[in-house]
């Protein structure tokens, strides 16, 4: 049985291979003489970055850093093997000790023509003979009347001197790969910085480029859509609803001509942990201004900003996931708000179903927007319950965990007020008849059945305060005709308010478990998180957001209610849910990946980190799922490889 490949490891070698484009070969690379050895000889000297260059890649040491990951990850595959297996020509050329690069320019030949995008990769060689056996791998063949130069399908490569190697390999692609092979080869050779820095990889995309290439047709595109938002405005015949279009469509258009002038540029980095053994992702979004209303509300978001709040802290400690974040009102909220219950009650008078339940749900959705405009907002993803391991009865949906959200101050619109609302619109009979005919092109068995929607008791004990509100719901949706009956969906909801804070449990899981979820939320019992010393910092690391997700037990917790759910219909896949289970950590012994946003000088960045012990301990959950799902199906390879073939079958 095959062993792991890491997902990142897997990724970077299938990028290296497809390269090639063809089968692997059955012989070796040619071996280096010392004449293919020397460097190929050229001109070296520097170049300037080439007009309207919008993207710009490297993986400074592609070696090094699978050496370092296949360590971290406690691999048992050797990468470098496992690329000659896939290809001896690729493996065999490749110096991965040398930097990986990539660049993007848009290109305009002439001021009316169109735009296309012209892209190239460069990497390294580790001879010239290698190189070339490389070109006839890619079944590229040389192009007259020039030096090294290769072209094929869409493609267009040359082997060429450069400051790092003995050669470089600059590979351009699309209608316009010899184009884009002239501009960007000898930038990448000999413009894009050598020197080693920090992280290991990194993209970036520029924004200006853009505008000044796409300005005509930015301006194109924005009249466009005012014209067809009037066209749209003008059959319209509900005078509130086509006020409320119009200044909905005409903020949103001037919101994506706002955004498109604000940005500057994108950035996503991958390096390895300073700190400690681990993996640091981050993205980087840089704008230039603030005329649109997403760079007002980050930096609003911004002036909160600080370390967790209480609220966090006061989770129980064995959740499997926590964040939390603040808002802030915008000037504007109370016009956009009144603009946002304009459209739903606009759109409701179009709609069928009783007038007053209509309203009851504009009433519950405008609500609760604006009661949540301000204040800190956790959302938690509980541990799994003995109960929840139990399939609810009938349920599609018991893999799904289930989610646990709580606000300070406490919302004055209950949530559940909606959740009820809308059921009750939805069992309307006008509703749901309009409903079977928006799908006349499917037939179904019946028409859209109702909701059964059950209140349910608060337990003495429970820990919840009187005024809890639990909610049952089984949903069934309707099939085509013929189709095998569909099992309801169950659907929970439960509400609870304390004097600081309200917290809202939903999910699949029976309404004991969610109740007790929201218990915990409310007033904890045992344990929380401020007990636990490996999230201490996030007491004094200031950030807009920040949290953390035992991603192992996130994965393993699903893999485990699918593969349960499998083995349920089909007893084979029991092995593999017993395994999935057995592997489980304890709580709090798997190592978390931590997440924060923040903003710095109109710069927000995304922040991500995952230490070694969790990359080993996903790398062992592969193994195990890979291991179990090849035992599955070797027995129908071979029941296939000794099935009878029929006299003119097709075979392979």
Known sequence: MSSLRLPVLTFALALLSTIACTPRPETAAPAESGKDAEKVHGDLTPVATPDNLVGLGRIHNAAALLDELAGQAKLTTDWRQALRERSAAVAGALDLAKSLDFAMVVHRPAAAGPASALVAISFAVTSVASAESLMGEMELDSVPDAVRTYAGSERQCEIAAARDAVARVVCSFGPKAAVGLAVLSPYLRRGVETGRSAPEAQFSLYAEPMRRVFESEISQGEAAARAGLTGLVNVISDNELRIAVATAGSNIISEMVAWIHDIESCEVELGLAADQPGVNASFHAQFRGRRSFLVQSLERANRVTGPAPELFWNQAANVVSASYSRSVPAPESAAILAN?????????????????????????????????????????????????????????????????????????????????????????????????????????????????????????????????????????????????????????????????????????????????????????????????????????????????????????????????????????????????????????????????????????????????????????????????????????????????????????
């Not at 085509?480 to 099992?487: F, L, V, Y």
Request: proline share 9%; with cysteine.
């Open 340 to 652: 946002i219950e304009s459209l739903l009650r606009g759109g409701m008078r179009l709609l069928p179903g009783h007038t007053k339940k209509k309203n009851a749900v504009v009433d519950a959705i405008v609500a609760s927007l604006d009661s949540t405009q301000k204040g800190e907002f956790v959302a938690v993803s509980p541990a799994p319950r003995q109960q929840s391991d139990a399939k609810s009865p009938g349920s599609d949906l018991s893999f799904m965990p289930s989610a646990v959200a709580a606000f300070s101050p406490a919302p004055k619109a209950d949530p559940a007020d909606l959740f009820t609302a809308i059921v009750d619109l939805y069992n309307d009979r006008s509703t749901r008849r309009a409903l079977a005919k928006a799908w006349p092109d499917v037939t179904f068995d019946r028409v859209w059945e109702r909701v059964a929607l059950t209140t349910q008791p608060t337990p003495r004990g429970s820990g919840l305060p009187r005024n809890a509100r639990t909610f049952a719901a089984d949903i069934i949706l309707p099939q085509q005709a013929g189709a095998e009956s569909s099992r309801p969906i169950a659907f929970g909801l439960v509400t609870a308010v304390a004097p600081s804070h309200a917290c809202l449990g939903v999910g699949a899981a029976p309404p004991a478990v969610l109740q007790a979820d929201v218990a915990q939320c409310i007033a904890p019992t045992g344990p929380t998180l401020a007990s636990r010393p490996d999230l201490s910092d996030l007491r004094t690391h200031a950030a807009m957001s920040a949290g953390f997700m035992n991603l192992n037990r996130v994965i393993r917790d699903a893999l485990a209610r699918i593969s349960s759910a499998a083995a349920a219909s089909n007893a084979d896949y029991q092995p593999l849910a017993d395994a999935i289970q057995a592997s489980a950590p304890a709580p709090t012994a798997s190592p978390v990946v931590r997440t924060s946003m923040t903003m710095n000088d109109l710069r927000v960045s995304l922040r991500m980190s995952l230490p070694a012990a969790a990359l080993a301990d996903l790398a062992g959950l592969s193994t195990t799922v890979v291991e179990h799902l090849q035992t599955l199906r070797e027995p129908a390879a071979e029941e296939h490889a000794l099935a009878p073939v029929s006299k003119g079958s097709p075979t392979l």
